[in-house]
């Protein structure tokens, strides 16, 4: 069973500071997204990294993917408040099918 | 249109109740989706509809019971719930792994909050 995990699970930090979420996985998969959720709200897509090494980038936010470790990171640059969310990485199994398993999610803060 | 639309935005229903959730796309999506999310917790999910044929069910217990009537159309029929059935219930749509890229991104509804009394 594919097991997807975040750390930290809840993050409080300060307006203008960087800082790194990271998304392991238990199983190999080649794909894997970061969304968005704002409190009481939907799930927005923020990232898709598609190979080993990929690297995306919007604004305050960076994703990059090794799949040879399993692992994610999201980084966060100069944080801003707009940016207090739940951030979820979330993994395909790999079997061609549609089955998306979420990460434990990361609850940011942004302190003024 | 890039939307995925949920109704009804929130629901209270007994556990005798028998009501249901709706789930609309038009986009053209070949994929949807329905996944249940309790307060913070990740979204868990429950069943996939590929081509309008049920693809995934997540051993979901029998009181849900999925319906796709055409592919713009996702149902979730509710019948005898639980009070720790209450939670947020998200619907998703996806073009699925056709795409020269390869990912699979879902598109989200803005849910369905469910109480269970």
């Known amino acids: 069973e594919l097991k997807v995990e975040q750390n930290p699970l809840f993050l409080s930090m300060q307006e203008g500071k960087n800082y790194t979420i990271y998304c392991n996985y238990s199983?190999?998969?080649?794909?894997l997204y970061w969304y968005r959720q704002d409190p009481g709200k939907s799930l927005e897509s923020l990232f898709v990294?598609?190979?080993?090494?990929a690297v995306k980038q919007e604004g305050r936010l960076m994703a990059s993917l090794d799949t040879k470790a399993r692992l994610s990171t999201l980084h966060i640059t100069a944080a801003v408040h707009d940016l207090s969310a739940t951030y979820f990485c979330?993994?395909?199994?790999?079997?061609?099918?549609?089955?998306?398993?979420f990460g434990t999610g990361t609850r940011l803060t942004i302190i003024p | 249109d890039t939307e995925v639309t949920q109704t009804p935005k929130h629901l209270v229903m007994g556990m005798t109740n028998k009501k249901s959730l709706k789930c609309e796309q038009h986009?053209?999506?070949?994929?949807m989706y329905w996944y249940k999310q309790k307060a913070k917790k990740p979204p868990e999910l429950m069943f996939v509809?590929?081509?309008?044929?049920?693809?995934i069910n997540e051993s979901v217990p029998s009181r849900f019971s999925p319906e796709c009537p055409n592919s713009s159309l996702l149902n979730l029929h509710l019948h005898a719930l639980q009070p720790e059935d209450s939670a947020l219930y998200l619907c998703?749509?996806?073009?699925?792994?056709?795409?020269?890229?390869?990912?699979?991104?879902?598109?989200f509804g803005a849910g369905s909050r469910l109480t269970v009394l």
């Open positions: 998703a749509s996806s073009q699925g792994f056709q795409g020269a890229s390869g990912a699979n991104v879902l598109t």
């Open positions: 199983t190999t998969s080649d794909r």
């Open positions: 990294l598609l190979s080993n090494g």
């Open positions: 979330a993994v395909d199994n790999n079997f061609g099918n549609e089955k998306l398993t």
């Open positions: 986009m053209g999506h070949r994929a």
């Open positions: 509809y590929s081509y309008e044929k049920l693809s």
